[in-house]
């Protein structure tokens, strides 16, 4: 296995549909403007105007006190781990979170974490799961320090946490002596599914993070929030893995952009997912999980077609998806994909099923 990702193939089809991932929005004219017009300083130093009015404006947003940008969404979910933990410690998230699949086992290599994953549909666990999964505070077991939350939950088919499971689990936590750390990669797309107010969803939370890459279409950035004392700790994690910026203002002024003209628009993106689901829901061979948001799962099994194969006969007809497991299919709806783009894509799976 190499680590370096590979460069695009100059022979490969055009791409009329990116299903991939809604990480892969290029930043629109608009938004490089702002950019452009964006005040800029030394943001390690506290100086970039543009990035203290990002995390004033996310702060509030969140209902806590204080925040930090940082490059990525990864860089936040490791540093509220690395400033809620030490080296010992057991973080308890769902089987299927982000942090066990998909950040090359940071929680281990860096924070020297372990992390207990507990079983629960559409990448949920409920409060009962939870609790059964607290251990005796003694010598022998690790000290169980950290509840994570994904909202929403990527492999749970970008399922939004109800009100009342959240609070149930975050009482919980507290309860038992753990914080509760919130990936909120797709917080916004929870928001607008459920119309309940980003600060309202992160009520028990002690902390937050949205990533402006997923759907927002911004070319990078994430904001982490919490108390201006946490904040203050994750600072000096921030320092130490290199993620101190200079005039990252450029990037928070698009971020700043996302947050006045992306949000509302996800419902478009929700719909075309919905659109998607009712087309795959009519293919042969296909089962579809019903979206919650913008991210459509799907199984082949049936269709006796992997995954991987799928996937490669859509993207010679310029459809391009993602693969979660051999037989299971993502695709994901933002803003660079339109009801035509739907529709495409529907023409391109059934025409891969019936190769
Ligand atoms: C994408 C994602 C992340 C990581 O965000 P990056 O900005 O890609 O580092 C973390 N959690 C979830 C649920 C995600 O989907």
């Known amino acids: 296995m190499r680590n370096t990702p590979t460069r695009p193939d100059p022979l490969a089809p055009q791409v009329r549909a990116n299903l991939y991932s809604d990480t892969q929005t290029k930043p629109s004219a608009a938004m490089k403007q702002a950019m452009m017009d964006a005040p800029l300083g030394d943001e390690q130093h506290g100086d970039d105007p543009t990035v203290h009015a990002l995390c004033d404006r996310m702060a509030a947003l969140l209902g806590k006190e204080a925040a930090v940008f940082l490059p990525s969404g990864t860089m936040c979910n490791e540093i509220a781990i690395l400033t809620h933990c030490r080296h010992g410690d057991e973080v308890i998230a769902h089987e299927t979170a982000h942090i066990v699949a998909a950040e090359g086992g940071a929680p281990g290599a860096l924070a020297g974490v372990s992390v207990l994953g507990l079983a629960g549909a559409r990448g949920q666990f409920d409060v009962d799961t939870l609790r059964a999964a607290f251990r005796e505070r003694r010598r022998h077991a690790p000290p169980q320090t950290l509840v994570e939350i994904e ?20 009482e919980a936590a507290h309860e038992g002596g753990m914080a509760v750390h919130m990936d909120g990669a797709r917080l916004m797309n ?22 402006f890459t997923k759907g927002l279409g911004a070319p990078l950035g994430a904001v982490l929030c919490g108390t201006a004392d946490f904040i203050d700790a994750a600072w000096l994690w921030k320092q130490r893995l290199g993620g101190s910026m200079r005039q990252a203002g450029i990037c928070a002024a698009a971020c700043l952009y996302a947050l006045d003209h992306n949000v509302a628009r996800l419902a478009e993106d929700h719909a075309n997912a919905a659109a998607l689901a009712r087309g795959l829901a009519q293919l042969p061979g296909i089962a579809v999980e019903a979206p919650e948001t913008n991210l459509v799962f799907f199984d082949t099994t049936a269709s006796g077609i992997t995954a991987a194969e799928l996937a490669a006969r859509a993207r010679r007809a310029g459809v391009q998806l993602s693969t979660m497991g051999r037989y299971r299919v993502r695709a994901c709806t933002h803003l660079d994909v339109d009801r035509d783009g739907i529709a495409l894509a529907l023409d391109a799976i059934r025409a891969a099923l019936a190769d």
């Open 151 to 170: 909202q929403t939950a990527n492999l749970g088919g970008g399922s939004v946490w109800p009100l009342d499971r959240l609070a149930a689990v975050c």
């Open 190 to 211: 929870a928001v607008v599914a459920a119309g309940v107010p980003a600060a309202e969803m992160a009520a028990g939370c002690d902390t937050v993070w949205l990533d």
